[in-house]
C-alpha cells in the first residue's frame, strides 16, 4: 500500500472512534480501546481490504461527527453498505489482535504438527465399526458374476427427471454473492 | 532446446500441465511450458497472516474477476451461476485448492448403461486405476484404506487426524447410520519430497503458508524442471498453430510487455482448464480448432456446492486443519430411485477458522444483537464452527458453454471468455436434497444452530473438450488426442465426459498421466509438424 493509500490521521481517528463504541470489553474479552496498538491494526485492516480501500474512504467520510452508540446504529440503519465495510473493518482489526484471540481460546503465533499417534488414537476408538459393517456400498456397472447386486437399485430410464438447464436459482439458494447473509435453519 | 522450438509444448502449468511435462521431460522429450501466472511463494499466500480474512476479500480472492491480477484474464459471468473460479500460477487452481484427493467411482464411467442419461466414458474405472495408483504415490497422498463405499485404494500415507470436530461429526453420522470415513488428503502426513510437514493452519484453500500441501507447483513442478522440461512464466498463448497438412505445429504467445513470441512444436498439449483450452481452440480458429464436433467449449461442468454451517456448543478447535476434508461422505453419491433427481453428491466435512466468517452468519441480527458486548457472546461461537459442502454430480448441458465474449478483453488484448453456465433441474434437485440431508447430518452431530450458505462457487471446471470414440460426438478420443489434429492433446479437465460428484484434481492428473505415456509410447507414429 502506498502512502497516499494510508488512512490518515483523521480517518484513522474516525475508525478508532467506530471501534470503540461497537466493541467495549466484557469479563473474558478486552475493550477494542484498550488495545495499545489499535491504530496499527486499523491501518493494516484497511490495507489488507486492498480494492475496497475507496469505498472504505468514502465510507468513513459519510461517519456522522461525534460516534456514539446511537449515532453509529442510526448510520448503520441509513447507510448499510457503508457500515458494513467499516465494521468489518473494525471487526478484522481487533480480531487480528493476539490477545483478543487467546481470550477465545485461539492458538496464536506459530503453529505445530498434531501429535504423531492422533490419528491412529482417533481411529482405534471403534468410530468406524459401524460404518465398516454395512459392507460395499459402491455400485459395480458390470457386476463379477456371483457378486452380490448393485446397490442401490436402479431407475429405470423410461420416466427421467427433467434434466434441462436454466431457471432461476432463487428457490434452491441465496444469491450467488458469497458476502451475502446466510440463511439460518435452526 | 529454446524457447522457440520444441519437442512437446505444453500450455499451462496446472495439475494436468505439470504432470504432462513431468512424464514427457522424464521420457527423453523436450519440453517446454508456457503459463501466463507466475511462482506464487508460500510466504505471500494469506493464510498465516492475521489479517487474512480480509485478504481473501479481494487481493487472494478465489475470482479473478475480483482478484483483478494482470496476468488473470477477466471472464464475462453475466450469465453464469454461480461464477467459475480459477488462479493463474505456476501449479493453476492447485495453489488454492482444498487437496480432497479423490477418485471417480466405477459408476461414473458409466451413467449411460445405469441410468439411461448423457454418455458414457469410452474409458473404465479399471482403466484409471493405476494412474490415480501412480499419482498417489507420487504426491504422497494420506488417508485411510478400507473404505466400502469405493474400490480398494491404498494410501501412500496415513490421514491425517480428524481432530474434535471430525470426531464430533463422525458420531452424529453413525447415529444417522450414514457413510463417512476420514478424509483423503494430497497433503503428506509427515515430510514428502519438497514438502513441508502440516501444522494444520487450516486454510489450505487460500494457499497453504507452510508448503505443506501439494500443490502441483511444489508437488510436481520441481520434478518436472528437474527432469528437464523449461517453464515460461509470464506467457499467455494467444492461438496454437496449425500448417498446411492439418498439423498443430506451435503457437503464439505474449510475455507480460506484450511482446509476441512464436514457437514451433511437433505437438502440442493443451492444459488450461475447461475454460482456458476452450478459449484458446475457438481464439486459435474462426470455427474453433478441433472443433469438427461442434462441441469445443460447450457441456460446461462445474460441480456448484451446497453448503451447511453448523455451530455446536463444544470447543472443536475448528482453527485446526486439514481443510483438507477431515471426513468425506459418500452416502448419497450414487443414483437413488428414490429422489426425483439422477446421480448424486460428494460431501466433505471442512472447519471454519475465521471469526469473522462466524460473526458474518449473524449479519442479519439488529444492530444492538450484533455489537457491543453482544459482538462478544457471537464470536464465541468460532472455533466451533463446521461446514459440511456437496460437491454435486453436475450432469453435461450443451447450454452451458464458453465462447469468446465480443468486447472484454484481457490485459493483452486478447478476447476474454464468456462462461454460460446455469443450474439444471436436476442439479437444483440434488443440491436442495443435500442441503436438507447435511443440515439432519449437523444436528444428529449436537450443533446448536445450523446455517444453509450461498452456493459456493466452484474451480471445477470440466468438460468442454470430451472424449469419445465417435469423432462426431467427441473432441478428442479416449487418451486426449484431438480426433481432427493428431499431435494436439487436450489433458485437462475439458475431456471428462461426466463430472461425477467428487473433487476431480486426482482424476485430471490421472488422466493428463495416462494422456502423457500415451504420447510418449506412441511417438514413433506420432504425426508431428516437422
New interface residues.
Partial sequence: MSATDALSPSKLAALRAVAIVLIPGDDRSPAAESLTDLEDLLQRAATAIGAERASLHNAIAMLPDGVTWDSIGKFADDEPVAFELISTVVAGAYFMSPIVLKSLGYPVGPRSAPPFDLAADELSSGVLAPVLERGRTYVLPDPPEGDPPQAPPRQSSSNPPSLRAGSSLADVVEPRNRREPWSKTT | MDRESTDVLVIGAGPSGSVAAHTLASRGFSVVCLEQGDWINPGDLPG?K??F???I???WSWDPN?R?RAEDYPVNVDEA???PTMFAAVGGSSVIYGAHWMRL???D??IR?????CDDWPI?YEDLAPFYDEVDRFLGVSG?S??????KREFPM??????PA??QM??GM?KL?W????GSNAIP??PFKHMA?????GVCERGCP?GAKASFDIGYWPHATGAGAQLVTGARVARVTVNKRGLADGAIWFDQEQAEHRIRAKAVVLAANAVGTSRILLMSDPDGLANSSGLVGKRLMTHPN?C??GLYDE?LET??GPAGQLMYS?QF?????AN???RGSKWNLMPEPG??AV???F??LP??ER???A??NL??S??KALLWYANVDD?P?E??RVTLDPTLADSTGLPAPRVQY?????S??N??FS?DRM?EAH?AAG?A?????????SGHLLGTARMGDDPRTSVVDRFGRSHDIPNLFIVDGSVMVTAGSVNPTATIAALALRAARHLADTAREQPVAS
Fill in positions: 498465516a492475521p489479517e480474512e480480509l485478504l476479500r479481494n487481493t475480483v483483478g451461476d454461480p461464477p467411482l466405477p459408476s464411467f458409466r448403461t445405469l441410468d439411461g442419461i473404465t485411510l478400507g473404505d466400502p463405499a469405493i474400490p496415513p490421514p491425517l487426524p480428524m481432530g471430525g470426531m463422525a458420531s453413525n447410520g457413510h463417512w470415513w476420514p502426513s509427515w510437514q502440516c501444522v494444520r493452519w507452510a451446497g451447511v454451517i470447543e482453527w485446526n459418500l453419491y450414487e443414483t437413488d430411485p426425483d433427481f439422477y471469526v469473522l460473526l458474518g452468519l449479519r442479519d444492530f444492538e455489537w457491543g458486548r459482538l462478544h464470536s464465541r468460532a472455533g450432469l448441458e447450454e452451458n446455469r443450474l439444471s433441474e436436476n437444483r434437485r443440491i436442495r442441503i443440515a444436528e450443533a444452530q445450523t446455517f444453509v450458505g450461498p452456493l459456493i462457487p
